[in-house]
């Protein structure tokens, strides 16, 4: 149940002196470049010919630590916690829908709505090229697209409960449509506040872009997923948060998009009137951006597809998840299925954010080396074997079940689950982060690292989407009590039941899926794993791109 392999594009542009960070969670983006200085020594001299002054000297001039920017840190963390908000709606829909009995097929068409941020480098050169100069280069962006935002949800808050509640059941098209909008625009907000962070931080202190890219996604993906299941459940509300009881929760999902609409206006407003991107008073302490026009930056990406090395890692790059599909896109909709509380599995997030901060430290002892693939390559068996134990674990789950839900050692047994599996995810994620900061060629080591992460991501969605669409196909159904009718078909149920009969499911495809991705992740393991491993081998110049051919 991997939260959406969640994910940072540095927007299609060349910068140098890139290195790589920062771990996934479903929605999150696992594709977060962190961008250092040049180095402060040059810098130094430059100053002193340009100033006239003595380099040591200018070294004991004053350098603000990061106290002396906590404005600006404290804007962009609010900013990264307003993507995060439409990414935690996102990814909170599906459970809402597993709860009102939608098809699998359905879901499929709702999991596109995951697929922007794995795309970003499609138009991120635009963003990165076009801009009005007055208004600033990344404001021309942010502005317009938070104020999309902001009147999508508004639009939202007002037609969310005919959509969900429509005759025949949820309207998925037109749900999927305007989500697929808003994860596009959080996308499109990204790549500008990505960008910004870099000048908007003092050159000392831009490392910490990261830091409030990881702190305010985060904490938007938990506000709009796991306070807002739990707000929204009546029975979590009657039981821990109030008095009398009622029907309803503390709040709906048209009031959590209204407020949070207004939130995106007015913070909007606020920022394009106050808030100035090209600050004189700076200087030259910001990090100079590098940049190449958009044609440039398209041809760059398609000279580095066709180098033979690239080309082999991004084909296996694209194959890695089959086997992890099943279990990481069906189990926690399963579960749903079988009764367990969408908000208790949402909250069972929380205790796993200690682990996701640790993990990468511990993790990365072991990947700095010159083979970090070896620990991708010893972790995939294990994963591939969660998958069986989740698949033991839906199956065990309605026996379980009380009266008065579930109890609490089968919490536990979930939560042990879940951290099982986060090491194994983790340890495939900080091996394959450090081996694309290995191979990326410095000199374009932005646009180098953004397509490695890009094919990262579409590796894990294409098979989370083709995982839900096999479901109900491979589901085996037969009608007891009406004579000669069948399951096939959703017609073919209506027909059952009108005859008195009941459909009744005799082979679930989510075991079988279960299955079918196990060993096709064992074959991929046996016979793609040890040639990943021996993409280590290759020498440095295999990874380099020549721009210039």
């Known amino acids: 149940m991997e939260h959406s392999d969640l994910v940072k594009y540095k927007n299609g542009r060349q910068r140098r002196m890139v290195g790589s960070t920062l771990p996934p969670d479903r929605f999150r983006d696992t594709d977060r470049v962190e961008v250092s200085s040049s180095d402060p020594e040059m810098e130094d001299e430059v100053e002193n010919l340009i100033g006239g002054s003595d380099p040591h000297d200018r070294r004991r001039k004053v350098r603000p630590g990061i106290k002396g920017e906590m404005a600006n840190v404290s804007l962009l963390i609010f900013l990264y916690v307003l993507q995060g908000i439409p990414l935690g709606l996102g990814g909170s829909i599906p459970l809402i829908l597993q709860s009102k009995n939608v098809s699998y097929k359905d879901q499929a068409y709702f999991s596109f709505v995951f697929w922007p941020f794995s795309l970003k480098l499609l138009w991120a050169p635009l963003v990165d090229a076009l801009y009005f100069s007055r208004f600033g280069r990344r404001k021309s962006w942010l502005v317009p697209t938070q104020y999309l935002l902001g009147f999508f949800m508004l639009y939202l808050s007002v037609t969310v409960d005919s959509l969900l509640n429509s ?97 995106f206006l007015v913070s909007t407003t606020l920022v394009a009137i106050i808030k100035r991107e090209n600050d004189p008073r700076r200087g030259n302490r910001t990090v100079p951006e590098e940049t190449q ?54 909250l069972l997030a929380v205790p796993l954010v200690p682990l996701q901060i640790l993990l990468p430290v511990v993790i990365s002892k072991y990947t700095a080396g010159p083979r970090p693939l070896d620990v991708f390559y010893i972790a995939f068996p294990f994963r591939l074997l969660i998958g069986l134990e989740y698949a033991l674990l839906v199956w065990w789950t309605p026996s379980v079940k009380q009266d008065g839900g579930f109890p609490a050692y089968y919490f536990a047994i979930v939560l042990l689950s879940y951290m099982l599996h986060q090491v194994a995810v983790y340890s495939m994620y900080v091996a394959l982060m450090a081996f694309h900061a290995k191979v990326s060629d410095p000199l374009i080591g932005g646009t180098y690292m953004t397509l490695l992460n890009t094919v990262t991501n579409l590796g894990g969605n294409w098979p989370a989407t083709l995982a839900l669409w096999m479901v109900d196909p491979l589901t085996f159904r037969e009608c007891q009590g009406g004579v000669g009718q069948s399951c096939g078909y959703a017609e073919q149920v209506g027909l059952c039941e009108k005859a008195g009969g009941s459909c009744v499911t005799t082979l679930d495809g989510y075991y079988v899926e279960s299955l079918v991705c196990v060993l096709l992740g064992l074959a991929w393991w046996v016979w793609f794993g040890k040639k990943m491993k021996r993409l280590q081998d290759q020498s440095s110049s295999s990874w380099r791109c020549r721009v210039d051919e």
């Open 293 to 346: 026009g958009v044609m440039e930056t398209y041809k760059l990406l398609f000279s580095m597809i066709k180098m033979p090395t690239l080309f082999t890692f991004c084909c296996l790059l694209l194959t890695a998840k089959i086997g992890f599909s099943a279990a990481d896109a069906v189990t926690g909709l399963k579960l749903v299925a079988a009764g367990v509380p969408k908000e208790q599995l949402a």
């Open 167 to 263: 005759e025949g059941g949820p309207n998925i098209a037109a749900l999927t449509a305007v989500f697929f909008m808003l994860a596009f625009l959080a996308a499109t907000q990204d790549i500008a506040v990505d960008g910004w962070a870099l000048t908007m931080l003092s050159r000392e202190n831009v490392g910490y872009a990261s830091t409030c890219n990881t702190v305010g996604q985060t904490a938007g993906y938990f506000l709009g997923n796991v306070l807002f299941l739990a707000l929204e459940s009546a029975d979590f509300c009657n039981k821990y948060l109030r008095m009398e009881p009622k029907d309803t929760g503390i709040v709906t999902l048209s009031d959590f998009l209204f407020f949070w609409g207004m939130v």
